[in-house]
């Protein structure tokens, strides 16, 4: 099974920053398009960045634009998204995909999916 692993969540205070990290020993996640989703208690799952198989695009959802980056390793096969001046609104369970069909806003049901990662941003 392809399951990928996220790491790096933690509680911050506003203004902070966390690196969070997408990995598998599965498969090599270079082959397909990584994205970041987020959900909060109460609200729908969220698009919060999308990384294309070849790495030139990066898209971001407008709430994240200029403060979140996304990045590839691909010699140690992860995908990574830096977090910068976080705000409570942030907070929420922050989970990577891993798609062959590319970037798009609604996961491809074929997706494969790690557990996630908390961050919680609050004073």
């Known amino acids: 099974q392809r399951q990928l692993v996220e790491s790096g969540g933690g509680s911050v205070q506003p203004g902070g920053s966390l690196r969070l990290s997408c990995a598998t020993s599965?498969?090599?996640?270079?082959?397909?398009?990584i994205g970041w989703f987020r959900q909060a208690p109460g609200k729908e799952r969220e698009g919060v960045s999308c990384?294309?198989?070849?790495?030139?695009?990066?898209n971001y959802a407008d709430s994240v634009k200029g403060r979140f980056t996304i990045s590839r390793d691909n010699a140690r096969n992860t995908v990574h998204l830096q977090m910068n001046s976080l705000k409570p609104e942030d907070t929420a369970v922050y989970s990577c995909?891993?798609?062959?069909?590319?970037?798009?806003?609604?996961?491809?049901?074929?997706?494969?999916w790690g557990q996630g990662t908390q961050v919680t941003v609050s004073s």
């Open positions: 995909t891993a798609d062959w069909a590319g970037c798009a806003r609604v996961p491809s049901v074929d997706a494969y």
């Open positions: 599965g498969f090599t996640l270079e082959h397909y398009a």
């Open positions: 990384i294309t198989r070849g790495g030139v695009t990066k």
